[in-house]
């Protein structure tokens, strides 16, 4: 009876997912790379250069790839922000205050933020540190290539792997 329940409650989603019913396009922009943001109800989407989306109209805003970075696309849903790939797969799930520009504190990686707690995501979308600080410094010479976090209340370092180093 289970196996049954599930089959029948996974067709049903899977079917309102693939139906959806998108009664006008009220904005249609610049086809870049194949795709073109659109706007349906107030909310933004992706479609291919045959009409055929990428992603649904959910997202309150979305950015053109190039934007932001090359590889990824900014998303913003319910005011959380979160990034897609070029094959239109969200990478970085919109869960995030605010991302900074790659490179401001490490090269090849950009701050981001929940709440107050700050962590890191690398150019491929992956977080690399979990927002668990309460204030991060740039990596550089002075500290020896590691960078000044505050976890807690507690100064302390991590290096380029995002490890935390114990202060002696």
């Known amino acids: ?98 991302i900074g520009d790659f490179g401001d504190y490490k090269r090849n990686w950009a701050l981001l933020r929940v709440n107050t707690k700050n962590g890191f995501i690398n150019k491929s979308g992956q977080l690399v540190i979990e927002p668990i600080f309460d204030d991060v410094q740039d990596f550089n010479d002075i500290t020896r290539n590691r960078a000044v976090v505050v976890l807690n209340g507690e100064q302390n370092f991590i290096n380029k792997r995002g490890e935390l180093m114990i202060k002696n």
């Not at 899977?14 to 109800?41: P, T, V």
């Not at 090359?70 to 869960?95: D, M, Q, S, T, W």
């Open 1 to 98: 009876m289970k196996r049954i329940f599930l089959t029948f409650l996974f067709s049903y989603v899977f079917s309102y997912l693939n139906a959806q019913h998108i009664d006008s396009i009220d904005e249609f922009g610049d086809i870049k790379r194949n795709w073109a943001i659109i706007k349906s109800d107030e909310c933004y989407g992706v479609v291919n250069k045959r009409g055929e989306f990428i992603l649904s109209p959910v997202y309150d805003n979305i950015d053109y790839f190039g934007d932001y970075h090359n590889k990824l696309c900014l998303i913003n849903y319910h005011g959380k922000l979160g990034f897609i790939n070029k094959k239109g797969k969200v990478v970085l799930e919109p869960r995030f205050d605010y």
